[in-house]
């Protein structure tokens, strides 16, 4: 990482990420958080986020948790997490937040103004016209491409809202169009978003990888028991996911006196609608309600490996796979969207057909040590791109007028 001269300005980066800084925090949400923290150890960093209305007076404890010693600004705008206001308090809170952005430039100077994509891009336009107006670099830090452009195309709904739909596209074309940069943050998510915004966009991307904490990057492989295999999932239960072909794929397993288990870490809602795919209750399958990012990472490591049975194959990156390569878990994934990341027999065991057959053997291919071995080198030297610091050193040459 470049290292500033004591004589040289810090540069400043203002950061506005729709993100609620409150426990469980995982996935893209603590992964923001490391983002921030990162960065504010080389950048001035005055972040915005959102903090649910309820729990403002516990914004200070929680914000205190999640950033530890980083010295950056933080303020929590309220938000309500009510269906029909999510959408209108995050936009006012967005208005804040470019509020702020002129209040900061009259006491300093701003090098970079940054908008983290929350599923769509209407919250980042107050930001955007704030940015336009005084004059400042703006980069829209896209998680993929836009929703109304590629979640409602792979996931059907919104069917009879063309209306919606068409304004939404709207927002995405002046957020994207207008952007001085557009931080995309793997190669797949590169290529598709040229595929469907043009190539005239190529000049403006820059590839600003999901930050994997340094301390993912210190653990050593495990040896594990080939007589019993534990596997663990954590995160979300939705459509993105299908569980029934390595459920079946389990309970084969176990009558085959092969001792197989599956823990999965989700909400007390996402417990509840996977119960419903399971005939009674089942020895090898067991629940935990959401843990702090600590405890989860810890669980992970002491599984033989981690899960992602994704129901169709979805563009983009699987964060919970990251992560566990960077930890040194082996992944067994079902329809990854990263092909150059997620590589059979390489990275990790992919499963390609998501049916019993497919996942008991993947399961049993990663229960082999050498298999593990292998897989387990491969991802975590395929993740080393995604270290933490690397959103520094990037943004940094970014500042610095240096492309790559």
Known sequence: MSNLSSSERKKTIVMWAPITLEPPISGDKINEVERIRVLSRVFTVYAFVLVSLRKLREFRMNASKSFGDAHVGIVGLPWLNIYGARIVSTVAASMIAALGVFLITRTRKVDLVISR??????????????????????????????????????????TGWQTVVKA????????????????????????????????????????????????????????????????VYAGSISRLYDFSGLIKALEILNKMWRAASLTIITSDQ???????????????????RELPRELIAERVRQATALVVPLAFQVPGLS?????????????????????????????????????????????LRVATPEYRERIVRGGRAEVEAFRAGRNSEILLRLLEARRW
């Open 117 to 158: 994509g929350g599923g769509d891009c209407l919250s980042s336009v107050p930001l955007l016209f704030a940015s336009r107006l005084i004059g400042l670099k703006f980069l829209y830090n896209v998680l993929s491409v836009p929703f109304a452009h590629r979640e409602i195309r792979v996931l059907g709904g919104l």
């Open 168 to 231: 939404m596209k709207w927002v995405d074309n002046l957020v994207l169009s207008n952007a001085d940069y557009v931080g995309v943050a793997s190669p797949s998510a590169i290529d598709e978003l040229l595929s469907v915004f043009g190539p005239n966009y190529e000049e403006k991307i820059v590839r600003l990888p999901f930050p994997i904490p340094d301390h993912f990057f210190g653990y050593p492989p495990r040896s594990m028991s080939e007589d019993r295999i534990q596997l």
């Open 319 to 363: 964060l919970k796979a990251i992560e566990a390569m960077a930890l040194n878990v082996p992944v067994i994934i079902s329809n990854p969207g990263e092909r150059a990341i997620f590589r059979d027999g390489e990275t990790c065991a992919v499963v390609s057909d998501n049916s019993p057959h497919s996942w008991q053997e993947a399961i």
């Open 270 to 288: 996402g417990a509840k609608t996977l119960k419903r795919l399971v005939p009674g209750n089942v020895s090898f399958l067991r629940f935990e």
